[in-house]
């Protein structure tokens, strides 16, 4: 037993030791959804600095990832929906004050098989009668949906209930966050649903824009008519431009202000995820990079420090440079 | 009425039975075969698939050297393998030692009454116990309340918690299979206890010991939960310091301070990526991972092969 305290002891040690040769690291967190973003900017700027900054990214989720950042433990958290009230108190009991800028935008797909050839739009009121709570074992056939679809069950898979992805497309569809029906193939993995459609002719699901655009020969997006609108199929452009929605959201960064203001290799990294020439990488990973006003009114925020959030809650179909020029609150 | 007992008697045909028997014999032993095939079966396709997948990649030699990326196909698991290995060696480290002195403690030291009953009771719980338990109860204590981080150090303690109760068995399993010959003609000859354990009852059990470790240990390699639940990292561009280093005292600790990442991660990531070409990395991933595991298990088999012949 003497050998293990010894050994011990030197583990402590080794503890106390801790810190003396560490390089400057920014440390990343948050949502799978934002991952690739996180990811891809972390490659790059890794690059651009080697050796002198580095970027950790983990993988906690949007929830987990603001438990951490409220307790100040990462610099910066990737979310896919806007910090809730409960977690805003948190960061405020922690004393973690923060900056909400978005990066990026992603539409949600509505898809269908391709051999689905009934389809040529849908509404977001006959979406809404597909997916409210009531619809649960109602509401089980296509002919049910609109009058001359065909006689042929519906099934229905969406992303599982824990992701942002699942909150937002609600609030959007139904009208409500986190309600919906409770009987459809659900699954955190978005391949998995990408699989279910692929291979169910009478599927009809959702999710992220990217797994829609990497299985174009597998699946068929259903072009989506709100208020009254033309129907608007979802792509880069569609999206980018505002024109599809209410299935369009923007994902944030939010970024602790103390260590910006105290971590130069911080603020260097917030500021590299606005760079014109970095909206290429977001691009690259499958979502909506931001357009010119947007990246100027999140570099103003960043400039002026701008400490709090301009939502209340999920908002739905919002303008972007609008929440930025809010008035936020902490 | 003798004639009943006689025609019992003479009723019997031996042969028959005998025929019925190996029958019998015969199909459980193919019922066996049967069984043992589609265990091999099962794991050979399981293997051959994710090979053939991953083959691209795996017959890339960057893939082994290089860090994760947005690409799929410049995404290399160099830091996910020197974490898994990183991990491991403080897995062992902690939980071998632990788990062989609390398995001999039980079975040689420990008096019989309610408190050692509780005990036993309590670490044959333990090893029935969820894995992301131990996740959860390592970052409530380890990261939050003693403020470790997220480091290769807790990760390789909550996957020693995690496989300490098959050490502590199995080590009284090898213990209880040495006869008691050995330990009464030690202490015949005069030797005290502990004498008697190291000389005598350890080496003896040695070979039970050692496979029950690495059966621990192989069951650690492949945990995803308790080490996501701590906040292991997802993507990390550079590697924990080398525990050698040029200056004195040549050996640094820095690494288990390091934040990490391990393969199963890595491939949890990949997986759920919409890119089709991460199937591919995350195939290969599989691969590498399944291969350390049997590498693991065969210098298991080495030792103990070893150790049989001394």
């Known amino acids: 037993m003497k050998k293990h305290l010894m050994f011990g002891a030197v583990l402590a040690g080794s503890l106390v030791a801790q810190n003396a040769a560490a390089v400057d690291t920014v440390q990343v967190d948050g949502s799978s959804t934002v991952f690739p973003i996180s990811e891809a900017m972390a490659e790059e700027f890794g690059n651009a600095n080697r050796g002198e900054i580095r970027v950790t990214v983990g993988l906690s989720g949007t929830g987990g990832g603001f438990k951490k950042f409220c307790r100040g433990e990462t610099d910066i958290t990737g979310a896919s929906r806007p910090i809730r009230p409960g977690e805003l108190e948190e960061c405020k009991k922690n004393g973690v004050e923060f900056l909400e800028l978005p990066v990026a935008m992603d539409a949600l797909s509505v898809v269908v098989n391709p051999q689905n050839d009934w389809v040529d739009h849908l509404t977001v009121e006959e979406l809404k009668k597909v997916w409210e709570p009531e619809a649960q074992g109602e509401i089980t056939n296509w002919s049910q949906v609109r009058d001359g679809f065909p006689d042929r069950p519906l099934n229905l898979?969406?992303?599982?209930?824990?992701?942002?992805?699942?909150?937002?497309?609600?609030?959007?569809?139904?009208?409500?966050?986190?309600?919906?029906?409770?009987?459809?193939?659900?699954?955190?993995?978005?391949?998995?649903?990408?699989?279910?459609?692929?291979?169910?002719?009478?599927?009809?699901?959702?999710?992220?824009?990217?797994?829609?655009?990497?299985?174009?020969?597998?699946?068929?997006?259903?072009?989506?008519?709100?208020?009254?609108?033309?129907?608007?199929?979802?792509?880069?452009?569609?999206?980018?431009?505002?024109?599809?929605?209410?299935?369009?959201?923007?994902?944030?960064?939010?970024?602790?202000?103390?260590?910006?203001?105290?971590?130069?290799?911080?603020?260097?990294?917030?500021?590299?995820?606005?760079?014109?020439?970095?909206?290429?990488?977001?691009?690259e990973v499958g979502y909506v990079p931001l357009g010119a006003k947007v990246r100027e009114a999140a570099l103003r925020v960043l400039a002026d420090r701008e400490v709090g959030t301009a939502y209340e809650g999920s908002e739905v179909g919002v303008d972007v440079v609008e929440t930025l020029n809010r008035k936020k609150h902490y | 009425m003798n004639t009943l007992s006689e025609n019992v008697l003479s009723g019997i045909d031996y042969a028959s039975i005998s025929r019925k028997n190996r029958s019998r014999d015969i199909i459980f032993a193919s019922l066996g075969i049967f069984v043992l095939f589609i265990a091999i079966t099962t794991l050979v396709a399981l293997f051959l698939d994710l090979a053939m997948r991953g083959a691209p990649r795996l017959a890339d030699p960057d893939f082994y050297t290089s860090f994760p990326s947005r690409r799929p196909l410049d995404a290399g698991i160099l830091s996910a393998w020197v974490g898994t290995i990183m991990v491991m060696v403080v897995t062992a480290v902690v939980a071998v030692p632990l788990g062989v002195a609390a398995g001999l403690y039980l079975e040689e030291y420990a008096k019989k009454n309610w408190f050692t009953d509780v005990i036993e009771i309590n670490v044959s719980n333990l090893a029935g116990v969820p894995s992301i338990v131990y996740g959860l109860l390592a970052l409530g204590l380890f990261v939050q309340t003693f403020g470790m981080g997220e480091t290769v150090l807790v990760a390789g303690l909550v996957l020693a918690l995690l496989i300490l109760p098959i050490i502590i068995v199995s080590t009284r399993e090898a213990i209880r299979s040495i006869p008691s010959e050995l330990r009464e003609a030690a202490y015949g000859l005069g030797a005290n206890q502990w004498q008697t354990m190291s000389m005598y009852i350890i080496p003896a059990a040695k070979p039970g010991i050692i496979t029950g470790a690495i059966v621990g240990l192989s069951r650690a390699i492949g945990e995803t939960a308790p080490i996501i639940t701590i906040g292991a990292l997802s993507f990390i561009a550079f590697l924990p310091q080398s525990p050698i280093t040029g200056d004195f005292p040549f050996i640094s600790f820095e690494w288990l301070n390091s934040g990490f990442t391990v393969m199963p991660i890595q491939m949890f990531g990949w997986v759920s990526r919409p890119q089709a070409d991460f199937q591919i990395t995350a195939a290969a991933a599989g691969v590498v991972l399944i291969i350390m595991t049997l590498a693991m298990n065969a210098l298991a088999i080495y030792i103990r092969y070893r150790a049989r012949k001394s």
Do not use: C
Request: charged share 25%; no cysteine; proline share 4%.
């Open chain 1, 157 to 283: 898979f969406g992303a599982g209930t824990d992701s942002g992805t699942y909150d937002y497309f609600t609030a959007a569809i139904v009208g409500e966050e986190h309600s919906s029906r409770g009987d459809f193939t659900a699954s955190e993995d978005d391949n998995v649903l990408v699989m279910g459609v692929a291979n169910d002719q009478n599927a009809l699901g959702f999710f992220g824009l990217a797994y829609y655009l990497e299985n174009t020969d597998k699946l068929k997006a259903v072009p989506i008519s709100w208020k009254g609108s033309e129907p608007v199929e979802p792509s880069k452009q569609t999206a980018g431009d505002g024109e599809y929605q209410p299935l369009t959201r923007p994902l944030y960064f939010y970024a602790n202000k103390a260590s910006i203001e105290e971590k130069d290799y911080v603020e260097k990294f917030t500021e590299f995820l606005f760079q014109e020439e970095n909206a290429e990488l977001v691009s």
